[in-house]
């Protein structure tokens, strides 16, 4: 079920955001999952909901940990702008611009059946794909074992889908049991 923007957006995060479009892509991959043949709104905010990372600029917030709750506000904030500035330039709806904004905003919170959509479909990635990134600040110090202990279990915790949850659980045992070997021998975990 893509569509002239889905497609757009595929090619915008593979194009803008080679480090980690892999996140966004499967995210859009477990909302189909999830809920298969979800608005056009919902797609594209699954998609694109990190793409202000794709954009350093003096007015990128600056993460002070893993867990820094006013860095997700201001990450999500950024994203929907970002974001809802690249639909208008491809003459998107404004109403869709809207939604898709708005949808962005909740993606690290949810709030409504939709926006927990979002949100389920990001931790499910997340715990897909990014546990070797967060991993890696463990063991170079950018973040504490504890903090990124925290946000494996944040990731898992926050997800109001009970289907989500259920499919997230193994990966959250798996990337805990990752993590705790970290602490064990850091060199034993590749």
Known sequence: MNSF???AARQWVIDSYPYNSYHLLRS???LDRLAPGSREAVRLATLTHDMERAF???DAPVNSGANDDE???AHSERSARIVGGWLR???ADSDLVADVEALIRAHEVGGWPEADLVQAADSLSFLDTNVDL???FARSGRFSVEDVREKFELSY???RVQEARELALPLLH????RLAAIQIAPDAVR
Not at 174 to 177: G, I, M, Y
Request: aromatic share 16%.
């Open 5 to 7: 923007l889905i497609d």
């Open 28 to 30: 859009l991959e477990w």
């Open 56 to 58: 350093p600029g003096p």
């Open 71 to 73: 860095y997700y506000r």
């Open 89 to 91: 330039e491809q003459q």
């Open 134 to 136: 967060f991993l890696g």
């Open 157 to 159: 915790n926050r997800i």
């Open 174 to 177: 798996a990337a805990q049991a």
